[in-house]
């Protein structure tokens, strides 16, 4: 991942190299905002920080393609937050994302401990959340921060995404607006999950594809994801891809940082 942070520095731009101005906006109002552009749920910060700091253990079932940071089936809630789950300055993008597109469906793959989760249905409470998680324990631990946070908006869904996938796609009543990958971080599932979904998404849906430099594999799906032909724009964050429809304008990707 090294070499490949050092590609996207060599590659990237900021806000004076970007001559589109949807992404000149994007940028300047969602990715790298003014400090004081958004004010984040205190007490959704506050659970965060508290998580980070857990000792409390939990069983895990992985279901995708392991972590780069222990192997053990018993993990720290803490270690977790601060490793495998969304962490605090990607869940303050969601955040922002999400306030920034208004989606009134959103579909998330691998819930973990919630907080990525938390942060979309705070950005929204008007929007319907739907969100898969493989593992039992960490599902039923994910709804107890749900419950505590109050946040009824997020649907969660328990079981392997190939099954529940399927099933959860053929519940939506409207198509979704926008897409979040975070399961299962390999090549073939990465592609079938987007495939699952495209028939319930429409032109203006947002992708947001995590971790699309976490092995070649994944940066082989994200190369793929963006050569599609129903994706005309692709943004690279490095810790995470966005991918947008957009029929009006000509194919263009952009590495940001």
């Excluded at 039992?136 to 109050?150: E, H, I, R, Y």
């Excluded at 099954?163 to 073939?188: F, I, M, S």
């Amino acid at each position: 991942m090294l070499r490949a942070y050092l590609l996207h520095r060599l590659r990237a731009r900021n806000a004076h190299g970007l001559h589109s101005p949807f992404v000149y906006q994007f940028y300047t109002t969602v990715y790298r905002p003014r400090r004081d552009a958004f004010v984040y749920p205190g007490k959704l910060e506050q659970h965060y920080t508290q998580l980070a700091k857990s000792r409390q253990t939990i069983d895990i079932q992985d279901f995708g393609a392991g972590s780069r940071t222990g192997s053990s089936k018993r993990r720290h809630i803490g270690h977790l937050v601060r490793h495998s789950a969304c962490g605090q300055q990607k869940g303050r993008l969601l955040y922002r994302l999400v306030q920034s597109f208004a989606p009134q469906t959103i579909l998330e793959t691998g819930t973990c401990v919630g907080m990525g989760t938390a942060y979309l249905a705070a950005a929204r409470p008007q929007a319907q959340i739907h969100t898969i998680e493989g593992c039992p324990q960490l599902s039923a631990f994910a709804q107890a921060q749900f419950t505590q946070l109050q946040l009824p908006n997020i649907h969660l869904h328990t079981g392997a995404l190939a099954n529940t996938l399927p099933q959860v796609l053929r519940q939506l009543e409207r198509p979704l607006d926008l897409v979040y990958l975070d399961a299962n971080h390999q090549l073939a599932p990465t592609l079938a999950y987007f495939e699952a979904c495209l028939p319930y998404t429409h032109e203006g849906t947002c992708w947001v594809i995590d971790d699309i430099h976490w092995s070649a594999a994944m940066e082989q799906a994200w190369a793929q994801l963006c050569a599609r032909a129903e994706i005309k724009l692709s943004l690279d964050l490095f810790w995470m891809g966005i991918l947008l429809g957009r029929d009006k304008q000509p194919k263009q990707h952009f590495v940001l940082y």
